[in-house]
């Protein structure tokens, strides 16, 4: 148990529908963070927030849609999705304290949830 | 070519054995993750580190700053330390989160 939840496991979504996946973190923390991770390819990072900014969108499709309404909570919202968007969708927090110098980023544990499966069909 | 790389990309053990996974990376680093990651997809930190060794019970992580290269080792081994073992790298000067991961290594350990 890391203390970040991450709910549906799992998800089958047609490319027409509307879903939301949710994370939440009870570890107290300041970043959260979106990851995809595709089959064979490395992890890579979506979405960061910070103290309930965004403060990166890494060149992700407008289909995606983060939303962080406390520092507790991150939301995904998928809409129009396409097969290729199928993937394990993990959240992640670290405590997010203010870093002097962008030497430091980078520089924090990451605490993970389980994922969200993703299937588009 | 990616600019973190992990060998061996598979490795399958036997019970009781001492293993090695290395990482090598090609940018200045401001810290070195090794996660893990279990078959249900969950991934937890094991280590961050930007010098030196760590020890976290049977798990040993170190880096050479100069050469570029760290390494994870896990003492006697044993099947629940079946999972992918992940590095990924923190650039120096990068964003907060944007970490530079490897592909991951897959170990088998068998009774």
């Known amino acids: 148990e890391t203390g970040v939840t991450q709910t549906p496991r799992h998800l089958v979504m047609g490319m027409t529908n509307k879903k939301s996946l949710k994370c939440e973190q009870h570890?107290?923390?300041?970043?959260m963070y979106w990851y995809k991770q595709s089959a064979k390819k490395p992890l890579e990072l979506m979405f960061v927030?910070?103290?309930?900014?965004?403060?990166e969108n890494n060149s992700v499709p407008s289909r995606f849609s983060p939303e962080c309404p406390n520092s507790s909570h991150l939301f995904l919202h998928l809409h129009t999705l396409q097969p290729e968007d199928s993937a394990l969708y993990l959240c992640?927090?670290?405590?997010?304290?203010?870093?002097?110098?962008?030497?430091?980023?980078?520089?924090?544990?990451?605490?993970f949830g389980s994922g969200t499966q993703l299937s588009v069909l | 070519k990616n600019e973190v790389e992990q060998s061996p990309q598979n490795l399958t053990a036997q019970e009781g054995e001492f293993i090695t996974i290395n990482c090598s990376y090609s940018?200045?680093?401001?810290?070195l993750h090794w996660l893990q990651q279990h078959p249900g997809g969950g991934i937890v930190s094991l280590f961050m580190?930007?010098?030196g060794k760590k020890k976290h019970g049977r798990l040993i992580a170190t880096i050479n700053i100069q050469e570029k290269h760290s390494s994870l080792h896990i003492t006697a081994s044993h099947p629940r330390d079946s999972a992918v073992y992940i590095c990924?790298?923190?650039?120096?000067?990068?964003?907060?989160?944007?970490?530079?991961f490897g592909k991951g290594t897959k170990l088998s350990v068998k009774p």
């Open positions: 580190l930007s010098s």
């Open positions: 570890l107290g923390h300041n970043a």
């Open positions: 940018v200045g680093i401001s810290a």
């Open positions: 992640a927090s670290s405590q997010g304290h203010q870093i002097q110098g962008a030497s430091r980023a980078g520089s924090e544990k990451l605490f």
């Open positions: 990924a790298a923190a650039s120096y000067g990068g964003s907060q989160g944007n970490l530079i």
């Open positions: 927030y910070s103290l309930e900014e965004r403060v």
